[in-house]
C-alpha cells in the first residue's frame, strides 16, 4: 500500500549549520508533498509544501526538493537557530496524505 | 478566525467507557480529517470527511471507533467501548481543499 519513509529519526546539527531530512514514497500518484513543524506538546503546523509540477521550493531559510523518478524528496534548513528544534514530518500523497515517521531536530548551541 | 477547535483538550476515562471527541472545522474548509497520534504509530489518518460525506475510513482501527459530521461545522469521533490502547494525541484538521491541512490542538485520552 501507500508509504512514506523518512529518515534520519533523529537530528543534531550544530547552531548556523544547515540540516537535511530525506523522505521517499511508494504511490506514483502521490501530487502533494508538504512538510509539518512539532513543537514538543504542539499540533503539527505546516511550514512549507511542494506540487508534483515543481521540483524545487524556497522560502527563507527552508527550501524543498522533489524528485519525482526516483520518488524521493527533501527539506534542507539553513542557518539553523535554537528555535528549529522539534519534530519534522514529511508527507506525501493525492487525495489523501500519509505522514513520515518524523525526524527529532535538536540544535547545539 | 479562530482555526480548528477540538473538546475536550485532555480526557481520562476508564477501560468500558464510551468517549467522544469534538471538532469544529476552520469556516468555509470542505475537508475534515481525524487522526490519531502515538510513539509507536505516528501519525495516522482515521477517517476523512469532504462536504460533510465520508470518504475514506479505512484508517479506523476497529468497529469501536465511529465519526460523524451532521454538519459542515461539527465532527465527532466515538470510542466504544474504550480500551488503554486506544491512549493517544487526537488531531482533527481542516482544509479548504484536501491540501493543506490545519491542525486543531489535539485531545490528549488516556483510558486506564
Known amino acids: 500500500g501507500e508509504n512514506v519513509e523518512q529518515h534520519p529519526s533523529t537530528l543534531s546539527v550544530q547552531e548556523g549549520d544547515s540540516a537535511v531530512i530525506k523522505c521517499t514514497y511508494s504511490?506514483?500518484?502521490?501530487?502533494?508533498f508538504p512538510w509539518y513543524k512539532q513543537e514538543l506538546g504542539k499540533r503539527p503546523q505546516l511550514i512549507i509544501d511542494?506540487?508534483?509540477?515543481?521540483g524545487e521550493k524556497k522560502d527563507q531559510r527552508i527550501a524543498v526538493t522533489l524528485n519525482k523518478t526516483a520518488k524521493h524528496f527533501s527539506l534542507h534548513i539553513t542557518e539553523t537557530q535554537p528555535e528549529d528544534s522539534a519534530v519534522y514530518f514529511c508527507?506525501?500523497?493525492?487525495?489523501?496524505?500519509?505522514f513520515g515517521s518524523g525526524t527529532r531536530l535538536s540544535i547545539r548551541p | 478566525d479562530a482555526g480548528v477547535i477540538q473538546s475536550p483538550r485532555h480526557e481520562v476515562t476508564e477501560m468500558g467507557q464510551e468517549v467522544t471527541l469534538r471538532c469544529k472545522p476552520i469556516?468555509?474548509?470542505?475537508?475534515l480529517f481525524w487522526y490519531r497520534q502515538t510513539m509507536m504509530r505516528g501519525l495516522e489518518l482515521l477517517i476523512y470527511?469532504?462536504?460533510?460525506?465520508?470518504?475514506?475510513d479505512s484508517g479506523m482501527p476497529e468497529d469501536r471507533f465511529s465519526a460523524k459530521m451532521p454538519n459542515a461545522s461539527f465532527s465527532t469521533l466515538k470510542i466504544q467501548p474504550s480500551e488503554p490502547r486506544d491512549s493517544a494525541v487526537y488531531f482533527c484538521?481542516?482544509?479548504?481543499?484536501?491540501?493543506?491541512?490545519?491542525f486543531g490542538p489535539g485531545t490528549r485520552l488516556t483510558v486506564t
Open positions: 469556516s468555509g474548509h470542505d475537508y
Open positions: 504511490d506514483s500518484a502521490s501530487n502533494y
Open positions: 470527511f469532504n462536504n460533510n460525506v465520508p470518504i475514506d
Open positions: 508527507a506525501g500523497g493525492a487525495s489523501k496524505i500519509i
Open positions: 484538521a481542516s482544509s479548504l481543499t484536501s491540501y493543506e491541512q490545519y
Open positions: 511542494i506540487r508534483s509540477n515543481v
